[in-house]
């Protein structure tokens, strides 16, 4: 018999098999117990435990910083399916309190506010597993570079607009495919262009997608919006202020969950789109000055 | 035999790929209709209180439970060892499992996610080098009858917890070989439980 002490822990496959786990799914932004319950009685494969929605970080300003332990281990204990949380870009020792938390992934967010406007996190130094956010194709091979065991395209948090997340998967998904045209000796260059090692520019040539698995996030807010993520080839959905920001959340949390999962059949999302009261109020990101645009963040 | 796998959520792509290296052509299956057309059931790793919300949802829940019941051969990895379990030791609240060994398991019995890992295991009926295994806050079985066979066991502080059993046709790994490229065990459920 193998005994458990002969194990190896942290290993990128037991980080990337964690968010292998987690497609088709709908990962819930939740700000309390009571919201973690409605989210994991809806279906949820994960809750995000952070203090405050994107959509209220944006509206309130100021910096935006890892959540309270207290806060997190609260939501740990009142459910049973995994517990995400967030840390700022760069801010390493943030990344290593969320791991004697325990949560079970961490994602390193431009949804706060910058820790280090040069580096990432060395995500190879934790045991935890990583999620980060990505624009396209280059920036998602440059953080599985640094150990990210999960991207998810940023789109634009806090809007209730998928059209930035419609952008980014249509660009991580365009620059994909155009790698798997290439020939062998074009993949040098390409692997400079997207500013990208070249050994994994290879690998996503070899087999046409990312080393990893690839959720969408930012202004996903409807049943519709999952499932076109979902035929963009989204592998699961993030859902942060769509949710709670909204009028029935509990309803809308398991129609999006429905939706999700049932995204080639419009008949079953038409169904899941019925009476969910009012969806998130919403901003458009054309309204909103670049510099305040927080998939901008991150490089 | 027509092989399907419970595509509502979780790993059941890396399940498909496995059985296609094992020869057989899988189908996805998320509808009554679809799950009643397959004669294997292959329950993949995920999130087993979201597979079973589903399964409720759309009316597959008692139509698996039903076809286990009757003899279809069925393995499940993970969320599916919890699913095929005939109860669990700590449900999520409302959480029912289809049934189909007599055991009784522990969710996330090694801990959370810094404590998923790697390791060799034995498995018994399937020979050659120990079956290197992912477990990710995986399940154990906590208890099960006499009618269980005990295929592979992990010990934990001097305790031994059964990771891999079977009972008649339905097979149940803690662990996931759809994620290491090492099929035995996809072939070990079509050469010899769904032969049964």
Known sequence: ?299 | MKVGVLALQGDFREHLSALGECGVTGKLVKTPSEVSEVDALIIPGGESTTISKLAKSFGLFDLISKRIADGMPTYGSCAGMILVAKSILDPASGQETFGGIDMQVRRNAFGRQTESFEVDLAFAGISGAPIRSIFIRAPWVESCGSGVDVLGSLEVDGKSHPVAVAQGRVLATAFHPELTGDNRVHRYFLEEVCNK
């Open chain 1, 1 to 299: 018999m193998s005994k458990a002490n002969e194990t190896e822990v942290g290993g990128a496959r037991v980080k990337r098999g964690m968010a292998e786990m987690l497609k088709g799914g709908v990962i819930m932004d939740v700000v309390n117990v009571e919201q973690a319950k409605i989210a994991e009685d809806a279906g949820a494969v994960a809750v995000m435990a952070l203090e405050r929605v994107p959509a209220d970080i944006r509206a309130q300003g100021g910096v935006s910083r890892m959540s309270d332990p207290d806060m997190i281990e609260k939501i740990q204990a009142a459910v049973s399916i995994p517990v995400m949380a967030k840390v700022r870009i760069g801010h390493f020792a943030e990344a290593q309190i969320l791991q004697t938390l325990n949560v079970d992934y961490i994602d390193e967010s431009e949804v706060l506010t910058p820790a280090d406007y040069e580096h990432h996190i060395n995500k190879w130094n934790f045991t935890i597993p990583f999620v980060c956010g990505a624009t396209n194709l280059g920036e998602a091979l440059r953080r599985i570079s640094e150990g990210a065991a999960m991207i998810r395209s940023k789109g634009e948090a806090g809007t209730g607009d998928v059209s930035n997340a419609t952008t980014h998967m249509r660009k991580i998904g365009g620059e994909i495919r155009r790698l798997t045209s290439m020939r062998e000796d074009e993949l040098y260059v390409a692997a400079k262009e997207l500013q990208a090692p070249y050994a994994l520019v290879k690998e996503v040539a070899e087999t046409g997608k990312l080393p990893v698995v690839l959720f969408t996030a930012g202004g996903i807010a409807t049943p519709a919006d999952a499932a076109m993520m979902m035929q963009l080839g989204a592998d699961g959905v993030f859902i942060g202020s769509g949710i709670f920001k909204s009028g029935d959340a509990a309803k809308r949390a398991a129609a999006c969950v429905k939706a999700t999962t049932y995204f080639t059949d419009p008949k079953i999302v038409a169904d899941a789109s019925r009476g969910l009261g009012e969806a998130m109020v919403g901003i458009n990101v054309a309204d909103i000055p670049v510099p305040h645009r927080l998939a901008e963040r991150g490089w």
